[in-house]
Antibody, heavy 117, light 110 residues
Framework: QVQLQESGPGLVKPSGTLSLTCAVSGDSINGAYWWGWVRQPPGKGLEWIGEIHHSGGPNYNPSLKSRVTISLDKSKNQFSLILNSLNPADTAVYYC??????????WGQGTLVTVSS | EIVLTQSPGTLSLSPGERATLSCRASQSVSSTFLAWYQQKPGQAPRLLIYGSSNRATGIPDRFSGSGSGTDFSLTISRLEPEDFAVYYCQRYGSSPAMYTFGQGTNLEIK
Protein backbone atom coordinates (compact mmCIF):
# COMPACT_ATOMS: atom_id res chain seq x y z
CA GLN A 1 0.00 0.00 0.00
CA VAL A 2 1.45 3.33 -1.05
CA GLN A 3 2.12 5.95 1.61
CA LEU A 4 2.94 9.61 1.03
CA GLN A 5 4.37 11.99 3.61
CA GLU A 6 4.78 15.73 3.17
CA SER A 7 7.52 17.67 4.89
CA GLY A 8 8.54 21.30 4.95
CA PRO A 9 8.23 24.54 6.89
CA GLY A 10 4.90 25.44 8.43
CA LEU A 11 5.47 29.19 8.31
CA VAL A 12 6.76 31.24 5.40
CA LYS A 13 7.03 35.01 5.01
CA PRO A 14 5.15 36.98 2.36
CA SER A 15 7.07 37.30 -0.91
CA GLY A 16 9.07 34.26 0.17
CA THR A 17 9.36 30.77 -1.32
CA LEU A 18 7.67 27.57 -0.17
CA SER A 19 9.49 24.30 -0.57
CA LEU A 20 7.79 21.00 0.25
CA THR A 21 8.88 17.42 -0.25
CA CYS A 22 6.76 14.29 -0.50
CA ALA A 23 8.39 11.01 0.47
CA VAL A 24 6.82 7.99 -1.23
CA SER A 25 6.88 4.45 0.17
CA GLY A 26 5.21 1.33 -1.12
CA ASP A 27 5.48 2.42 -4.75
CA SER A 28 8.14 3.72 -7.12
CA ILE A 29 7.90 7.20 -8.61
CA ASN A 30 9.45 5.63 -11.72
CA GLY A 31 6.31 3.60 -12.33
CA ALA A 32 3.06 4.22 -14.15
CA TYR A 33 1.56 6.88 -11.94
CA TRP A 34 1.71 10.65 -12.06
CA TRP A 35 2.58 12.45 -8.81
CA GLY A 36 1.01 15.74 -7.86
CA TRP A 37 0.10 18.42 -5.35
CA VAL A 38 -3.29 19.73 -4.20
CA ARG A 39 -3.94 22.50 -1.70
CA GLN A 40 -6.87 23.52 0.48
CA PRO A 41 -7.15 26.93 2.16
CA PRO A 42 -8.62 26.73 5.67
CA GLY A 43 -12.36 26.12 5.48
CA LYS A 44 -12.38 26.09 1.68
CA GLY A 45 -12.30 23.66 -1.22
CA LEU A 46 -9.59 21.78 -3.10
CA GLU A 47 -7.29 23.28 -5.72
CA TRP A 48 -5.02 21.19 -7.92
CA ILE A 49 -1.53 22.64 -8.24
CA GLY A 50 0.25 20.37 -10.70
CA GLU A 51 1.71 16.97 -11.55
CA ILE A 52 4.79 15.21 -12.82
CA HIS A 53 5.71 11.83 -14.28
CA HIS A 54 9.14 10.27 -14.62
CA SER A 55 8.70 10.38 -18.40
CA GLY A 56 6.47 13.42 -18.82
CA GLY A 57 5.30 16.76 -17.56
CA PRO A 58 5.32 18.65 -15.42
CA ASN A 59 1.86 20.09 -15.91
CA TYR A 60 0.63 22.99 -13.83
CA ASN A 61 -2.62 24.73 -12.97
CA PRO A 62 -2.65 27.77 -15.27
CA SER A 63 -3.57 30.00 -12.34
CA LEU A 64 -0.32 29.10 -10.57
CA LYS A 65 1.95 28.21 -13.47
CA SER A 66 4.15 31.30 -13.26
CA ARG A 67 5.06 30.57 -9.62
CA VAL A 68 5.24 26.76 -9.42
CA THR A 69 7.91 24.14 -9.99
CA ILE A 70 7.41 20.42 -9.38
CA SER A 71 10.33 18.01 -9.65
CA LEU A 72 11.27 14.38 -8.99
CA ASP A 73 14.18 12.98 -6.99
CA LYS A 74 14.42 9.42 -8.28
CA SER A 75 17.34 8.51 -6.02
CA LYS A 76 15.22 9.23 -2.92
CA ASN A 77 11.84 8.18 -4.33
CA GLN A 78 10.36 11.57 -3.55
CA PHE A 79 9.05 14.63 -5.34
CA SER A 80 8.97 18.29 -4.48
CA LEU A 81 6.95 21.48 -4.80
CA ILE A 82 8.35 24.97 -5.00
CA LEU A 83 5.96 27.92 -4.90
CA ASN A 84 7.41 31.42 -4.98
CA SER A 85 6.22 34.99 -4.51
CA LEU A 86 3.99 33.90 -1.67
CA ASN A 87 1.12 35.94 -0.32
CA PRO A 88 -1.36 35.26 2.52
CA ALA A 89 -3.82 33.72 0.02
CA ASP A 90 -1.36 30.85 -0.37
CA THR A 91 -2.01 29.81 3.22
CA ALA A 92 -3.40 26.29 2.94
CA VAL A 93 -3.02 22.63 3.74
CA TYR A 94 -0.81 21.20 1.02
CA TYR A 95 -1.34 17.57 0.03
CA CYS A 96 0.91 15.43 -2.10
CA UNK A 97 -0.88 12.78 -4.08
CA UNK A 98 -0.63 9.83 -6.42
CA UNK A 99 -2.69 10.29 -9.52
CA UNK A 100 -4.23 7.27 -11.19
CA UNK A 101 -6.26 7.17 -14.36
CA UNK A 102 -7.92 10.59 -14.28
CA UNK A 103 -8.33 10.64 -10.50
CA UNK A 104 -6.30 10.93 -7.31
CA UNK A 105 -6.19 7.55 -5.62
CA UNK A 106 -3.80 8.20 -2.74
CA TRP A 107 -3.14 11.26 -0.60
CA GLY A 108 -0.63 12.33 1.99
CA GLN A 109 -1.94 13.48 5.36
CA GLY A 110 -1.35 17.12 4.39
CA THR A 111 0.78 19.86 5.88
CA LEU A 112 -0.43 23.31 6.88
CA VAL A 113 1.59 26.17 5.46
CA THR A 114 0.91 29.64 6.81
CA VAL A 115 2.11 32.72 4.95
CA SER A 116 2.62 35.47 7.49
CA SER A 117 5.23 37.91 8.66
CA GLU B 1 -12.45 26.35 -18.59
CA ILE B 2 -15.03 23.85 -17.35
CA VAL B 3 -16.59 24.71 -14.01
CA LEU B 4 -18.16 22.10 -11.71
CA THR B 5 -21.08 23.26 -9.57
CA GLN B 6 -22.21 21.04 -6.71
CA SER B 7 -25.62 21.18 -5.09
CA PRO B 8 -26.86 21.52 -2.53
CA GLY B 9 -24.14 23.32 -0.61
CA THR B 10 -25.34 21.68 2.58
CA LEU B 11 -27.55 18.61 2.91
CA SER B 12 -29.07 17.77 6.30
CA LEU B 13 -30.25 14.19 6.66
CA SER B 14 -30.61 11.51 9.31
CA PRO B 15 -28.84 8.15 9.50
CA GLY B 16 -30.69 5.56 7.47
CA GLU B 17 -31.92 8.09 4.91
CA ARG B 18 -30.90 8.26 1.25
CA ALA B 19 -28.61 11.05 0.07
CA THR B 20 -28.32 12.33 -3.47
CA LEU B 21 -25.58 14.85 -4.27
CA SER B 22 -25.37 16.64 -7.61
CA CYS B 23 -22.43 17.81 -9.71
CA ARG B 24 -23.17 19.88 -12.80
CA ALA B 25 -20.50 20.76 -15.39
CA SER B 26 -20.55 23.94 -17.45
CA GLN B 27 -19.70 21.85 -20.53
CA SER B 28 -20.03 18.18 -21.35
CA VAL B 29 -17.57 15.94 -19.51
CA SER B 30 -16.59 12.41 -20.42
CA SER B 31 -17.83 9.98 -17.78
CA THR B 32 -14.36 8.46 -17.73
CA PHE B 33 -12.98 11.70 -16.31
CA LEU B 34 -15.42 12.26 -13.41
CA ALA B 35 -14.62 11.23 -9.83
CA TRP B 36 -16.00 11.75 -6.32
CA TYR B 37 -14.18 12.15 -3.00
CA GLN B 38 -15.15 12.15 0.66
CA GLN B 39 -13.36 14.36 3.16
CA LYS B 40 -13.78 14.25 6.93
CA PRO B 41 -12.56 17.03 9.23
CA GLY B 42 -8.80 17.03 9.65
CA GLN B 43 -8.32 14.27 7.08
CA ALA B 44 -7.20 14.07 3.49
CA PRO B 45 -9.85 13.40 0.86
CA ARG B 46 -10.56 9.78 -0.03
CA LEU B 47 -11.42 8.55 -3.51
CA LEU B 48 -14.94 7.08 -3.58
CA ILE B 49 -15.97 6.86 -7.22
CA TYR B 50 -13.98 7.03 -10.46
CA GLY B 51 -15.11 6.91 -14.05
CA SER B 52 -18.44 8.34 -12.89
CA SER B 53 -19.77 5.02 -11.55
CA ASN B 54 -16.93 2.75 -10.41
CA ARG B 55 -16.36 2.30 -6.70
CA ALA B 56 -12.77 2.63 -5.53
CA THR B 57 -11.15 -0.17 -3.58
CA GLY B 58 -12.79 -0.77 -0.21
CA ILE B 59 -15.75 1.58 -0.77
CA PRO B 60 -19.05 0.11 0.50
CA ASP B 61 -21.73 -0.63 -2.05
CA ARG B 62 -24.13 1.88 -0.47
CA PHE B 63 -22.13 4.47 -2.44
CA SER B 64 -22.98 4.72 -6.13
CA GLY B 65 -22.29 7.21 -8.88
CA SER B 66 -24.12 7.94 -12.09
CA GLY B 67 -24.58 10.50 -14.80
CA SER B 68 -23.31 11.66 -18.14
CA GLY B 69 -22.74 14.79 -20.16
CA THR B 70 -23.11 17.70 -17.77
CA ASP B 71 -25.06 16.07 -14.92
CA PHE B 72 -23.58 13.64 -12.45
CA SER B 73 -24.70 12.42 -9.06
CA LEU B 74 -23.44 10.55 -6.03
CA THR B 75 -25.98 8.52 -4.10
CA ILE B 76 -25.60 7.04 -0.64
CA SER B 77 -28.40 4.55 -0.33
CA ARG B 78 -28.64 4.37 3.45
CA LEU B 79 -26.61 6.80 5.49
CA GLU B 80 -24.33 5.50 8.19
CA PRO B 81 -22.99 7.81 10.94
CA GLU B 82 -19.52 7.73 9.37
CA ASP B 83 -20.86 9.05 6.03
CA PHE B 84 -21.40 12.59 7.30
CA ALA B 85 -18.61 14.55 5.65
CA VAL B 86 -17.87 16.89 2.75
CA TYR B 87 -18.06 15.45 -0.75
CA TYR B 88 -16.27 16.78 -3.82
CA CYS B 89 -16.66 15.96 -7.47
CA GLN B 90 -13.62 16.25 -9.73
CA ARG B 91 -13.05 16.37 -13.43
CA TYR B 92 -9.87 15.61 -15.37
CA GLY B 93 -9.16 17.65 -18.47
CA SER B 94 -6.52 16.72 -21.01
CA SER B 95 -5.85 19.89 -22.96
CA PRO B 96 -4.11 21.14 -20.93
CA ALA B 97 -3.82 18.44 -18.29
CA MET B 98 -5.79 19.73 -15.36
CA TYR B 99 -7.83 18.53 -12.40
CA THR B 100 -10.82 20.67 -11.42
CA PHE B 101 -12.91 20.24 -8.26
CA GLY B 102 -16.42 21.27 -7.40
CA GLN B 103 -16.88 23.50 -4.37
CA GLY B 104 -18.15 20.62 -2.24
CA THR B 105 -21.36 19.49 -0.56
CA ASN B 106 -21.43 19.33 3.22
CA LEU B 107 -23.51 16.33 4.30
CA GLU B 108 -24.48 16.95 7.91
CA ILE B 109 -26.52 15.11 10.50
CA LYS B 110 -30.05 16.44 10.90
Amino acid sequence: QVQLQESGPGLVKPSGTLSLTCAVSGDSINGAYWWGWVRQPPGKGLEWIGEIHHSGGPNYNPSLKSRVTISLDKSKNQFSLILNSLNPADTAVYYCARQGAYNIDSWGQGTLVTVSS
Amino acid sequence: EIVLTQSPGTLSLSPGERATLSCRASQSVSSTFLAWYQQKPGQAPRLLIYGSSNRATGIPDRFSGSGSGTDFSLTISRLEPEDFAVYYCQRYGSSPAMYTFGQGTNLEIK
